[in-house]
């Protein structure tokens, strides 16, 4: 089994850790994930790189009944916001275990997306976090 | 440049439904016949025409006008998405209004049993990111309707008796693909497709075809005594999503009506009847807040209130809309527009609305990774 990844340039590893790869305006501030050369919102060619928040929150969700072009029904999909003020599409794990709740806490992992003939294809997904319990 | 007013002087539909016996361009063709019968024209007289498809092949228009007598004039062939079809009637609209031809035809056709995602949910265009991640249409709108129930306290219930209101209507419109009634119940049992969207919260598999004869409206006098104007035409594609602020409230549709109210002169509260892309239930209740008939937090209140039944002040899909009459992609833009003109003439029998003056027409769709959604079409017509 080979791994490739689902797209170049999308996520690094440091340590186990992933983190996605955006970028920031330095103009306007705006983030963009993935990174962009230009900022699209104000054309300034002044943007960085940044790791983005491996935290984010679920900003909403959905359980998919019929199966897509790489995933068997039923599959989660669902906008992850992050600090940086975007919103992350990406595909949920975990929601068998823990129930999901639009604002609950959620964290990014690398996985196996989807096996293509001999290949593992590997992308990052979000879990959600356990939820804290306050005494 | 002076731009001349423009006016429909015929239309033509097949009846909605499944199939999947009929090519698409004989769908196209039957509805381009109904057309030109309804305007009292012959096909020599057809100067241009734009015809949108989106699962077809190459040429589909075309092959459609052939059988309808019409060749050797200047054929379009258009793809928008969902919203194919108002891009045909905009861009016919504009070649009138323009000067450049006099008379012309808008058609829509699409055969979703043939196409390549029959029984699918659809994807967006190959290799586009958030498809591959398992994004489809039915999932986006999933994903607003989640966040509009959980954030916004609108429950099943009430998105429900938005199906239940369609069915009705549809049920009493002979080009209407489903004609039967469904209860709430019914509506939130049915199978799950996206959680919380379930199938009769969805528009169906269909086929189906419209067309559109439009002409300036002093040439229109000369077919018709009641031809119906096109106040406005607005076409629109989505901004990037990062600037939608809220999922629960699409921009693009906003922004196109407001820029349709002010190129027709009237106001929401001038609408006998609406049209809108009720692809999925939810849809029809945010989009009567996009649309300025209300403001956020009243919609529910428009539609359990009977503001929006067939007998309320705002009819809002006497057709049965898509949920009901039926969504063949890019024929749905130009259906609507026929519906339109069937009410504001007097002849649309069971399901007329007495004395409708003006009427609007919404189509949004085309999922794309990064921008709200592909495009929007408002049309508002008046007689």
Same mark, same amino acid.
């Given at each position: ?135 | ?81 969902? @919203?194919? #079809? %108002?891009? &045909? ?5 504009? $070649? =009138? /209004? ?107 598999? @269909?086929? #189906? %075809?419209? &067309? ?5 409206? $002093? =040439? /229109? ?163």
């Amino acid at each position: 089994m080979t791994r490739i990844l689902f797209k170049e340039g999308l996520f690094e590893e440091i340590e186990g850790k992933p983190t996605l790869i955006g970028s920031k305006c330095r103009s306007c501030g705006q983030a963009f994930f993935p990174s962009k050369l230009v900022c699209l919102n104000c054309m300034s060619t002044e943007v960085e790189l940044i790791r983005l928040s491996r935290d984010g929150k679920l900003y909403t969700y959905t359980t998919v009944y019929m199966n897509s072009e790489h995933f068997s029904s039923p599959y989660t999909i669902g906008w992850i916001e992050l600090r940086e003020g975007i919103r992350i599409f990406s595909q949920i794990r975990g929601w068998q275990e823990q129930p999901l709740r639009i604002g609950m806490d959620m964290r990014i992992y690398v996985e196996t997306l989807w096996q293509n003939g001999d290949n593992e294809v590997v992308g990052f997904v979000f879990r959600p976090q356990p939820e804290r319990v306050w005494p | 440049m002076a731009m001349r007013e423009v006016a429909i002087i015929g239309v033509g539909s097949t009846v909605f439904g499944k199939f999947p016996q009929k090519a698409i361009f004989e769908l196209g063709t039957e509805a381009i016949w109904a057309a030109l019968k309804d305007a009292g024209i012959s096909p020599k007289d057809i100067q241009f025409a734009y015809y949108a498809n989106l699962y077809g092949g190459m040429v589909e228009g075309q092959a459609a006008l052939r059988d309808a007598g019409i060749t050797d004039i200047e054929v379009t062939n258009v793809e928008n998405a969902c @919203t194919g #079809g %108002a891009t &045909a009637i905009r861009r016919a609209w504009y $070649d =009138i /209004a323009s000067g450049l031809y006099d008379i012309g035809i808008a058609i829509g056709a699409e055969s979703m049993t043939t196409s390549p995602i029959a029984g699918k949910l659809i994807p967006p265009a190959k290799g586009d990111v958030s498809g591959e991640l398992g994004m489809n249409t039915v999932a986006k709108f999933a994903l607003s309707q989640r966040r509009y129930m959980d954030v916004c306290g609108v429950t099943l219930q009430q998105i429900a008796q938005v199906s239940v209101k369609n069915h009705h209507n549809g049920c009493t419109n002979p080009y209407s693909q489903y004609k039967r009634e469904f209860s709430v119940a019914d509506i939130i049992n049915s199978r799950l497709i996206c959680d919380p969207i379930t199938q009769l919260q969805s528009c169906s598999t @269909t086929d #189906g %075809a419209a &067309a559109a004869v439009l002409t300036s409206l $002093d =040439i /229109a006098k000369r077919f018709t005594t009641r031809p119906v104007i096109i106040a406005a035409s607005i076409i629109r594609a989505g901004d990037y999503a990062f600037r939608q602020k809220d999922l629960t409230f699409s921009d693009m549709t906003n922004k196109a009506s407001k820029d349709a109210y002010i190129m027709a002169g009237v106001g929401p509260d001038d609408i006998d009847l609406c049209e809108l892309h009720d692809a999925f239930a939810v849809n029809e209740l945010q989009h009567y807040v996009e649309l300025d008939f209300c403001r956020s937090g009243e919609e529910v209140g428009l539609l359990m209130d009977g503001v929006t039944d067939l007998k309320g002040r705002l009819p809002v899909n006497p057709s049965g809309g898509l949920l009901s009459k039926g969504h063949p992609l890019s024929a749905t833009g130009v259906a609507q527009i026929a519906e339109i003109v069937w009410q504001l003439r007097g002849q649309a029998g069971v399901n007329q609305i007495a004395g409708a003056r003006i009427g609007l027409a919404h189509t949004l769709g085309g999922e794309v990774a990064d921008l709200e959604a592909g495009a929007v079409g408002i049309h508002i017509l008046k007689i």
